[in-house]
Nanobody
């Protein structure tokens, strides 16, 4: 049984930092691409960041480049998203996703797949 469990969300002021964590079980973590999506109320879900299974390629949404850093530890089946210089527009439910399409090259992308596994989400709220 696959489980994807996020933690680390919360309420923070503009300019603050949060670190999201995601533990994946039931999959061979070291062989899958993983990433983070977010969805704000009334908005469509968007891909925020991902890292390939080998860890050599990462993708970031333009609006988070330079502020967010994704990392993974295959020995711990864990994915993190370090979020710095947070802005009110970062407010959303953040979802960890396991088994995604991830390309960190120029014009890269993060896309969910039919076999993507999702966490329950963790709320990030950034106040003015």
């Amino acid at each position: 049984q696959v489980q994807v469990v996020e933690s680390g969300g919360g309420l923070v002021q503009t300019g603050g930092s949060l670190r999201l964590s995601c533990i994946v079980s039931g999959l061979v973590f070291k062989y899958i691409n993983v990433g983070w999506f977010r969805q704000a109320p009334g908005e469509e879900r968007e891909g925020v960041s991902c890292v390939t299974w080998i860890g050599s390629s990462t993708y970031y949404l333009d609006s988070v480049k330079g502020r967010f850093t994704i990392s993974r530890d295959n020995a711990k089946n864990t994915l993190w998203l370090q979020m710095n210089s947070l802005k009110p527009q970062d407010t959303a439910m953040y979802y960890c996703a396991a088994s995604v399409s991830c390309d960190g090259n120029s014009g890269g992308y993060l896309k969910a797949r039919a076999d993507t596994y999702w966490g329950q989400g963790t709320q990030v709220t950034v106040s003015e």
